[in-house]
């Protein structure tokens, strides 16, 4: 029988043809081993090479939100390290299937070749709550602040929306928290830039978002200046504004 001599630079496995057919570039079967390189005895003998193997499970942040999706990564192979990035699912916008509430999260984790992680820049973007975990904001039949048990989850800027039973937003368009100060019972106020003529009390859920997720917003840059930092680790000029 004729021996069949292939090269391998299409780097492609076919396991449907007999092999007589596989084109040239193509392969039936690969072991994962290289040829040893050595100034000793061993040079030239052949060794498995290591593969993938799970290291660590990323748990997911959010409350009743499904899992996070990864959708990006790099390398820091100067500190054997990885980074991810895992993207909030999307916001359901039917609020009455809330129970709990939900609170939405943009990722980046960074992960060590033992297997040790963290995250390293968590973005809560999108959070709704259920009206009755927030304290009561009539004002005079009015009202334009809410008390929250904790100021730690939202931020200057963020809209907000209060919708009812039929997931009608009840707030004035374009709503906004404008600051946020302490409360006499240790919580705190959030307050409105524009003052609420609604009965409060008809609300069911609170959202309170950005517009676009601050970590997509600023992921960018920061992928540009980790990739800049690592190539300073490899002595390369790749930005200007690369740390010196």
Same mark, same amino acid.
């Given at each position: 029988m004729a021996e069949i001599k292939h090269t391998f630079t299409a780097g492609k496995m076919n396991k449907d043809l007999d092999e007589r057919l596989v084109k040239n570039g193509e392969y039936r079967d690969a072991l994962n081993i290289q040829v040893r390189t050595s100034d000793g005895d061993a040079s030239g003998a052949v060794q498995n090479v290591l593969g993938n193997s799970k290291m660590v499970d990323v748990h997911n942040f959010g409350l009743e939100t499904g899992d996070n999706t990864a959708v990006g990564g790099?390398?820091?192979?100067?500190?054997?390290?990885?980074?991810?990035? *895992?993207?909030?699912?999307?916001?359901?916008?039917?609020? /009455? $299937?809330?129970?709990?509430?939900?609170?939405? *999260?943009?990722?980046?984790? /960074? /992960?060590?070749?033992?297997?040790?992680?963290?995250?390293?820049?968590?973005?809560?973007?999108?959070?709704?709550?259920?009206?009755s975990e927030f304290g009561s904001p009539i004002v005079d039949g009015q009202f334009y602040k809410l008390e929250v048990p904790s100021d730690s989850k939202y931020r200057v800027g963020m809209n907000v929306v209060g919708v009812n039973s039929s997931n009608n937003n009840l707030l004035v368009p374009g709503t906004r928290i404008k600051a946020i100060e302490p409360?006499?019972?240790?919580? $705190?106020?959030?307050?409105?830039? @524009?003052?609420?003529?609604?009965?409060? $009390?008809?609300?069911?859920? *609170? @959202?309170?978002?950005? @517009?676009? $997720?601050?970590?997509?917003?600023?992921?960018?840059?920061? *992928?540009?200046?980790?990739?800049c930092w690592m190539s300073s680790c490899y002595g390369q000029t790749t930005s200007r504004n690369q740390r010196k």
């Open positions: 790099t390398l820091d192979e100067a500190n054997d390290k990885a980074y991810f990035l *895992f993207a909030a699912p999307k916001v359901d916008m039917d609020f /009455q $299937s809330y129970v709990r509430g939900a609170e939405y *999260f943009d990722l980046i984790y /960074q /992960q060590d070749s033992k297997g040790e992680g963290k995250y390293v820049c968590i973005d809560l973007f999108d959070i709704i709550r259920v009206s409360a006499a019972g240790g919580g $705190s106020w959030i307050i409105f830039d @524009r003052l609420q003529d609604c009965d409060a $009390s008809d609300i069911t859920h *609170f @959202r309170l978002f950005s @517009r676009k $997720s601050y970590l997509t917003l600023t992921l960018r840059k920061y *992928f540009q200046q980790l990739m």
